[in-house]
């Protein structure tokens, strides 16, 4: 069983909806959740990252950690076609390392 | 400001054949990592380093070295390419400690290798 598993996808939503990403994971001594945005053909780049449990907003996204269920989410309001891209949760540490999730392609059609 | 340059970009090779992808970052981040990227696998560690002069296997370290002689690059070898080794390789570098930053990875636009 991996330690993060994250929802596959692909998803494909029309523009201005709500995205939902989501992550589960099974090592309690994670501390800090990341997300990470990447573009085709390009490297991941750092979208939010948090400490605790609860919420985090930032312009249209919002990350989500709740620490008792294991579960963390990222949240896109008023989605954008150039949010289309792939989600990557990561989260650690793990013996000085990130440990990812495989990534959720989202499209977010005009 | 250049961040994490990787070279080369596109590279094809023959079955047995060798190369070396170069990473430079200009941070100075104390670690540094090769992933590769599958479709459908997401990224996996090759391997990576906590400081200059030090390396450490991640999870797919089979047919690739890695060598850390300089603070800022970080070479990824492969000996004898095998056409499972066909990937996309990314290299990422983080700064050492706790705080805000502790985790975050800046990584490169990536190295697109086929073994044929």
């Known amino acids: 069983q991996k330690e993060v598993e994250q929802d596959p996808g692909p998803l494909s939503v029309p523009e201005g909806a709500i995205v939902s990403l989501n992550c589960t994971y099974s090592?309690?001594?994670?501390?800090?959740f990341m997300w990470y945005r990447q573009y085709s053909r390009k490297g991941p780049e750092l979208l939010m990252y948090?400490?605790?449990?609860g919420n985090k907003e930032d312009g249209r996204f919002t990350a989500q950690v709740d620490k008792s269920s294991k579960y963390i989410s990222l949240f896109i309001r008023d989605s954008q076609p150039s949010d289309s891209a792939t989600y990557l949760c990561?989260?650690?540490?793990?013996?000085?390392?990130?440990?990812f999730g495989d990534g959720t392609t989202l499209t977010v059609k005009p | 400001n250049a961040g994490v340059t990787q070279t080369p970009k596109f590279r094809v090779l023959k079955t047995g054949q060798s190369m070396t992808l170069l990473c430079a970052q200009d941070?100075?981040?104390?670690?540094m990592y090769w992933y590769r990227q599958d479709p459908g696998m997401g990224l996996r560690l090759i391997h990576y380093?906590?400081?200059?002069?030090?390396?450490a296997k991640g999870e797919v370290p089979d047919g690739y070295n890695v060598s850390r002689l300089k603070k800022q690059n970080f070479l990824l070898g492969l000996e004898s390419a095998a056409p499972s080794q066909t990937s996309v390789y990314f290299c990422?570098?983080?700064?050492?400690?706790?705080?805000?930053?502790?985790?975050?990875?800046?990584f490169g636009e990536g190295s697109r290798l086929t073994v044929l």
């Open positions: 990422a570098s983080s700064q050492r400690g706790s705080g805000a930053n502790t985790g975050e990875l800046f």
């Open positions: 090592n309690s001594a994670f501390q800090y």
């Open positions: 948090t400490y605790s449990s």
């Open positions: 990561a989260m650690g540490p793990n013996a000085g390392k990130s440990t």
């Open positions: 941070m100075n981040h104390e670690y």
């Open positions: 380093s906590v400081g200059e002069g030090t390396t």
